[in-house]
């Protein structure tokens, strides 16, 4: 044997004990070939499959509670989210709370026998409150007067006996900051005896006789109302003040009012403050260029304050600072944007403030149609007669803007009937100027000039400090303008130069007093500084226009009614006048197309549709052009167009 025989032996294979078939195996070899499984093969695949089966379905199961256990805790989230909110809701609310809550007074068995209790006391103080804040007419919004036994919620929790109400109300006492006021009303030897307390620490005590109970509550809510909320008792007193006529009671009213007023400037409370700037504004006996600071006072601790807004923009445009007002609307557009700042305003004026302050813009853009429409839904929009009356004098300054001095006049006339009283109507603004600005725009210059001068003669004696002072911004330019067209260029030029020199009106007016003296140097030098002082304004930049035009220079005047459509696309008249200027170059074409952006922007203008019926005549469209004369004849004319219309029509 070789050395190499062992290792042969050992490679080889040891025999392999025979294994019992996998029945898995065999089932799945037989459903392989295409014969069915028999005997334990099948059953024991029967067994796997029904394994497999169970196996899957609790995988599905254990997934399906996965997912609901998800949509419970999301479920469980949104409770836990949407209570948190309802709870903050509520607490907000009640840090929010704030006005004067009346409680029942306490009332002596007699008197309720009599029929007072003490919810029905306190409802007869409550009625007296609403009376003073109805009649208060003041955009600073009011405190709710409420009584605290009316509350509709009455949830009982079982456990304490507590209520969601009085859960609600302990919230308000705690974080809130309304005024509880409870009271008391008793006999004396002589009537009755009213005594009021507030939460604040304040009490009243008044007395009267038993049967005129209501005189003691009169007296007693005027007394609650100057304590709980000053500032509106000090406009209080000064609406009934400047209704009554000149004397000692109206005077005693406005120098309480002025008393009130000026004690809430020292107040700690910032508000009050703000309130009081505004409030010292409002008086008649002060200008408006002393009322500016007051505002910028006020506008210092709040810059966004949409009332101090608009009340300074008012004031800018009294003193003629057109540009300034121009801007503060602006501001005060967007301020009221925000639903934080126009809750600083009452609630009923919202909408007419809002439609006022547009109305404002669209003057000073000269979109004297949207005004008219702003201004007639403001007038819908408030309950305030003196409000209203101002807005409808607005509104007869915007129908003479548009040309439509017929339907101006006409308002006017219904003002006076309707409004006025006989005995006020000679010392408003309703009589004169109105009948000076329809004159002027029908070119009956003489007639205009005897209205202004009548106001000056007749009203301004009249007009209390604050209106006195708009004469020189307001009423000086109008008529010196007036004077100069009827020949009077001295009297003009002496009473322009006493006009202040950063008003918009005076400086516009001194460049056309100027041009019409035949001193073209003053005239530019005067336009030029209009434009200065208003460069987003349109109506110095077509006066330019009409200089130009007057001076032959067509090309010249285009160039500025270009600027002035650019910064007052709804204004009429510089639509107009360029289309005079493209007729003077006999471009009948463009004229027509400029005499309809016109029309679109004053339907009503009589001149302007003579011009386009002359411009449809030089293309020889006869027919359109007798259309337009007819148009024009229905429309308010000056004589010598009117003559015109009459003529042409009369052409056949």
Same mark, same amino acid.
Request: proline share 6%; charged share 25%; net charge neutral.
């Given at each position: 044997?070789?050395?190499?025989?062992?290792? @042969?032996?050992?490679?080889?294979?040891?025999?392999?004990?025979?294994?019992?078939?996998?029945?898995?195996?065999?089932?799945?070899?037989?459903?392989?070939?295409?014969?069915?499984?028999?005997?334990?093969?099948?059953?024991?695949?029967?067994?796997?499959?029904?394994?497999?089966?169970?196996?899957?379905?609790?995988?599905? *199961?254990?997934?399906?509670?996965?997912?609901?256990? !998800?949509?419970?805790?999301?479920?469980?989230?949104?409770?836990?989210?949407?209570?948190?909110?309802?709870?903050?809701?509520?607490?907000?609310?009640?840090?929010?709370?704030?006005?004067?809550?009346?409680?029942?007074?306490?009332?002596? %068995?007699?008197?309720?026998?009599?029929?007072?209790?003490?919810? @029905?006391?306190?409802?007869?103080?409550?009625?007296?409150?609403?009376?003073?804040?109805?009649?208060?007419?003041?955009?600073?919004?009011?405190? !709710?007067? $409420?009584?605290?036994?009316?509350?509709?919620?009455?949830?009982?929790?079982?456990?304490?006996?507590?209520?969601?109400?009085?859960?609600?109300?302990?919230?308000?006492?705690?974080?809130?900051?309304?005024?509880?006021?409870?009271?008391?009303?008793?006999?004396?030897?002589?009537? =009755?005896?009213?005594?009021?307390?507030? !939460?604040?620490?304040?009490?009243?005590?008044?007395?009267?006789?038993?049967?005129?109970?209501?005189?003691?509550?009169?007296?007693?809510?005027?007394?609650?109302?100057?304590?709980?909320?000053?500032?509106?008792?000090?406009?209080?007193?000064?609406?009934?003040?400047?209704?009554?006529?000149?004397?000692?009671?109206?005077?005693?009213?406005?120098?309480?009012?002025?008393?009130?007023?000026?004690?809430?400037?020292?107040?700690?409370?910032?508000?009050?403050?703000?309130?009081?700037?505004?409030?010292?504004?409002?008086?008649?006996?002060?200008?408006?260029?002393?009322?500016?600071?007051?505002?910028?006072?006020?506008?210092?601790? /709040?810059?966004?304050?949409?009332?101090?807004?608009?009340?300074? &923009?008012?004031?800018?445009?009294?003193?003629?600072?057109?540009?300034?007002?121009?801007?503060?609307?602006?501001?005060?557009?967007?301020?009221?944007?925000?639903?934080?700042?126009?809750?600083?305003?009452?609630?009923?004026?919202?909408?007419?403030?809002?439609?006022?302050?547009?109305?404002? &813009?669209?003057?000073?853009?000269?979109?004297?149609?949207?005004?008219?429409?702003?201004?007639?839904?403001?007038?819908?929009?408030?309950?305030?007669?003196?409000?209203?009356? *101002?807005?409808?004098?607005?509104?007869?300054?915007?129908?003479?803007? =548009?040309?439509?001095?017929?339907?101006?006049?006409?308002? *006017?006339?219904? =003002?006076?009937?309707?409004?006025?009283?006989?005995?006020?109507?000679?010392? *408003?603004?309703?009589?004169?100027?109105?009948?000076?600005?329809?004159?002027?725009?029908?070119?009956?210059?003489?007639?205009? =000039?005897?209205?202004?001068?009548?106001?000056?003669?007749?009203?301004?004696?009249? #007009?209390?400090?604050?209106?006195?002072?708009? $004469?020189?911004?307001?009423?000086?330019?109008?008529?010196?303008?007036?004077?100069?067209?009827?020949?009077?260029?001295?009297?003009?030029?002496?009473?322009? @130069?006493?006009? %202040?020199?950063?008003?918009?009106?005076?400086?516009?007016?001194?460049?056309?007093?100027?041009?019409?003296?035949?001193?073209?140097?003053?005239?530019?030098?005067?336009?030029?500084?209009?434009?200065?002082?208003? %460069?987003?304004?349109?109506?110095?930049?077509?006066?330019?226009?009409?200089?130009?035009?007057?001076?032959?220079?067509?090309?010249?005047?285009?160039?500025?009614?270009?600027?002035?459509?650019?910064?007052?696309?709804?204004?009429?008249?510089?639509?107009?006048?360029?289309? /005079?200027?493209?007729?003077?170059?006999?471009?009948?074409?463009?004229?027509? $197309?400029?005499?309809?952006?016109?029309?679109?922007?004053?339907?009503?203008?009589?001149?302007?549709?003579?011009?386009?019926?002359?411009?449809?005549?030089?293309?020889?469209?006869?027919?359109?052009?007798?259309?337009?004369?007819?148009?024009?004849?229905?429309?308010? #004319?000056?004589?010598?167009?009117?003559?015109?219309?009459?003529?042409?029509?009369?052409?056949?």
């Amino acid at each position: 044997m070789t050395i190499d025989e062992p290792k @042969a032996r050992s490679r080889r294979k040891k025999p392999v004990a025979p294994t019992t078939p996998d029945p898995v195996e065999i089932a799945m070899e037989a459903e392989a070939s295409g014969k069915a499984p028999t005997g334990e093969a099948s059953a024991l695949l029967r067994r796997h499959s029904a394994l497999i089966d169970e196996q899957i379905g609790l995988a599905r *199961n254990e997934r399906f509670r996965n997912r609901i256990r !998800s949509i419970r805790d999301i479920a469980i989230a949104a409770m836990v989210v949407a209570l948190v909110v309802a709870v903050g809701a509520v607490v907000w609310s009640a840090s929010r709370a704030s006005g004067l809550v009346i409680q029942p007074f306490s009332v002596p %068995p007699e008197l309720v026998e009599d029929g007072l209790d003490g919810r @029905a006391v306190a409802a007869l103080f409550q009625d007296e409150l609403v009376r003073l804040d109805a009649a208060t007419n003041s955009i600073r919004p009011a405190a !709710s007067f $409420r009584n605290d036994w009316s509350e509709a919620i009455t949830v009982e929790v079982e456990a304490g006996g507590l209520s969601l109400t009085d859960t609600y109300r302990a919230l308000v006492r705690w974080l809130g900051h309304e005024t509880y006021v409870e009271g008391g009303l008793s006999r004396t030897t002589t009537g =009755l005896e009213l005594v009021v307390r507030t !939460s604040d620490g304040t009490a009243v005590t008044v007395q009267g006789p038993a049967d005129r109970p209501g005189e003691l509550m009169k007296t007693a809510a005027e007394r609650v109302y100057e304590q709980t909320q000053p500032y509106r008792y000090a406009v209080y007193l000064q609406n009934r003040g400047q209704s009554l006529p000149i004397g000692p009671e109206r005077q005693a009213l406005l120098d309480r009012s002025l008393t009130i007023l000026t004690a809430l400037s020292s107040s700690p409370s910032e508000i009050e403050r703000l309130w009081s700037s505004n409030g010292l504004t409002a008086r008649p006996d002060i200008s408006a260029r002393d009322s500016v600071p007051l505002l910028q006072t006020g506008l210092e601790s /709040d810059p966004e304050h949409p009332v101090l807004l608009f009340n300074l &923009l008012r004031s800018q445009g009294e003193l003629g600072l057109e540009e300034e007002a121009f801007l503060g609307a602006q501001r005060t557009a967007v301020s009221m944007s925000d639903p934080r700042n126009r809750a600083k305003v009452s609630a009923d004026l919202q909408a007419s403030f809002i439609l006022r302050n547009k109305a404002v &813009l669209a003057d000073l853009r000269g979109d004297w149609l949207q005004a008219l429409e702003l201004r007639t839904r403001a007038a819908s929009e408030t309950s305030s007669q003196p409000l209203w009356l *101002n807005i409808a004098r607005d509104r007869v300054d915007t129908l003479t803007a =548009l040309h439509q001095p017929s339907a101006a006049l006409a308002l *006017n006339d219904r =003002l006076l009937l309707d409004v006025l009283s006989n005995t006020r109507r000679t010392a *408003n603004r309703p009589l004169y100027l109105p009948q000076a600005e329809a004159a002027a725009s029908l070119d009956q210059r003489p007639q205009a =000039l005897a209205a202004l001068e009548a106001f000056e003669a007749d009203v301004a004696p009249t #007009l209390p400090p604050r209106t006195s002072a708009a $004469r020189a911004t307001f009423i000086w330019p109008r008529l010196a303008y007036a004077r100069a067209r009827t020949g009077d260029l001295a009297g003009a030029q002496a009473l322009i @130069a006493a006009t %202040p020199l950063d008003c918009y009106l005076c400086v516009r007016e001194r460049a056309r007093i100027a041009e019409l003296s035949g001193d073209r140097a003053a005239a530019d030098r005067w336009s030029a500084e209009a434009r200065r002082q208003g %460069p987003s304004l349109p109506f110095a930049f077509a006066e330019r226009g009409q200089m130009l035009m007057a001076r032959g220079d067509t090309a010249g005047a285009i160039a500025f009614y270009e600027q002035a459509v650019e910064r007052g696309p709804r204004w009429a008249d510089p639509q107009k006048y360029w289309g /005079d200027a493209l007729m003077a170059r006999g471009d009948e074409a463009g004229a027509i $197309r400029k005499y309809r952006a016109a029309a679109d922007r004053a339907p009503r203008w009589g001149a302007l549709h003579l011009a386009w019926g002359r411009a449809l005549e030089a293309q020889g469209r006869r027919e359109q052009a007798r259309e337009k004369y007819a148009e024009a004849a229905r429309m308010d #004319l000056s004589a010598a167009d009117h003559a015109e219309v009459k003529r042409r029509l009369a052409v056949p």
